[in-house]
């Protein structure tokens, strides 16, 4: 086909996260980013039209378009949010107009009446694989490790390969004071394995939880990065021990100190390092937008 793997690997998620759902239902198709504005005014009420409309067999599915750059070429997408149906791998009504969820209503009405989509009621089965995952997510964002660990378990009894089960059970681990048992998970994925955004997270916050350093070996760090501002591997190396000690501020403080003095120090690894953190926490986290400032202020001020 020519394409790259990375090419390959979207076609692939894009096949089974909305093509082969479609054989049976209506796809919402959603092209949205993070920076987006009326892409967060408008996924609420995707969502909840979804949700209302799922016994009728329709589903969202949602494409970051920084993320997945040559899916929205192929769709030639201008401008964000873009929104389309999809039937049988095939877009059958462009959605974007429809901002409201009278007018989302009203479409979804019309194409339901025309296409011979499988209803699925919710009581027709349990929950998907994916519920069952984000459950145990919220168990772990609660600090019930132990009752997540066995949901993610129980996924991957299931459905080996399923990534966000993995990614959750790894988690998990190292949320049990297990990361060595992590770590060897980890390391016996396959690269494509470890691609998945989710997995990248882990294996960040793995390599991360490897650079924990008791108090007197932090302080040796500490005292070293001081004594000598230019000694750039004492700061990195004083980062990674302050992250995985949880002081983010110490850690980032850290990282842009390289960054201001010197950004392409070892193929710019403090900023390639401060941006996994940032992947890892979240983007949608208050310090981790606060940081982001900090350090566009450094590159671009």
């Given at each position: 086909?020519?394409?790259?793997?990375?090419?390959q690997?979207?076609?692939?998620?894009?096949?089974?996260?909305?093509?082969?759902p479609?054989?049976?239902?209506?796809?919402?198709?959603?092209f949205?980013?993070?920076?987006c504005g009326?892409?967060?005014?408008?996924?609420?009420?995707?969502?909840?039209?979804?949700t209302?409309?799922?016994?009728?067999?329709v589903?969202l599915?949602?494409?970051?378009?920084d993320?997945?750059?040559?899916?929205?070429?192929?769709?030639?997408i201008?401008?964000?949010?873009?929104v389309?149906a999809?039937?049988?791998?095939?877009?059958?009504?462009?959605l974007?107009?429809a901002?409201?969820?009278?007018q989302?209503?009203?479409m979804?009405?019309?194409?339901?009446?025309?296409?011979?989509?499988?209803?699925?009621g919710?009581?027709?089965?349990?929950?998907?694989?994916?519920?069952?995952?984000?459950?145990?997510?919220d168990?772990?964002?609660?600090?019930?490790?132990?009752?997540?660990?066995?949901?993610?378990?129980?996924?991957?009894?299931?459905?080996?390969e399923?990534?966000a089960?993995?990614?959750?059970?790894?988690?998990?681990?190292?949320a049990?004071?297990?990361?060595?048992?992590?770590?060897?998970i980890?390391?016996?994925?396959?690269?494509?394995?470890?691609a998945?955004?989710?997995?990248e997270?882990?294996?960040?916050?793995l390599?991360?939880?490897a650079?924990?350093?008791?108090?007197?070996?932090?302080?040796?760090?500490?005292?070293?990065a001081?004594a000598?501002?230019?000694?750039h591997?004492?700061?990195y190396?004083?980062?990674?021990?302050?992250?995985?000690?949880?002081?983010?501020?110490?850690?980032?403080?850290?990282?842009?100190a390289?960054?201001?003095?010197?950004?392409?120090?070892?193929?710019?690894?403090?900023?390639?390092?401060?941006?996994?953190?940032?992947?890892?926490?979240?983007?949608?986290?208050?310090?981790?937008?606060a940081?982001?400032?900090?350090?566009?202020?450094?590159?671009?001020?």
């Open positions: 086909m020519g394409l790259t793997t990375e090419e690997k979207a076609v692939q998620a894009f096949r089974n996260d909305v093509v082969e479609s054989m049976t239902k209506l796809v919402i198709l959603d949205w980013a993070e920076w009326p892409c967060k005014q408008l996924t609420p009420v995707l969502e909840k039209v979804a209302d409309y799922a016994d009728k067999g589903v599915a949602k494409i970051n378009v993320e997945n750059k040559f899916i929205a070429a192929q769709f030639q201008r401008s964000i949010p873009t389309y999809m039937f049988q791998g095939q877009p059958v009504a462009d974007t107009n901002r409201t969820e009278p989302l209503s009203a979804l009405d019309q194409l339901l009446a025309k296409l011979p989509v499988q209803a699925g919710a009581g027709d089965a349990g929950p998907s694989l994916d519920e069952v995952a984000a459950a145990g997510a168990a772990l964002a609660e600090g019930a490790n132990e009752e997540a660990y066995a949901i993610f378990t129980e996924i991957l009894g299931v459905d080996p399923h990534k089960a993995l990614a959750g059970m790894l988690e998990a681990l190292i049990l004071d297990r990361a060595a048992e992590a770590q060897a980890f390391t016996s994925l396959s690269d494509e394995q470890r998945d955004s989710a997995l997270r882990v294996g960040t916050k390599s991360i939880v650079e924990a350093r008791d108090p007197e070996e932090l302080r040796a760090l500490r005292a070293a001081e000598d501002p230019a000694d591997q004492a700061r190396d004083l980062a990674n021990a302050l992250m995985a000690a949880n002081d983010r501020d110490g850690a980032a403080e850290a990282l842009l390289i960054i201001a003095t010197d950004r392409e120090w070892n193929d710019g690894a403090a900023r390639s390092r401060l941006l996994e953190i940032f992947s890892m926490i979240g983007l949608e986290d208050p310090w981790v937008a940081t982001r400032r900090k350090l566009s202020a450094i590159l671009f001020g």
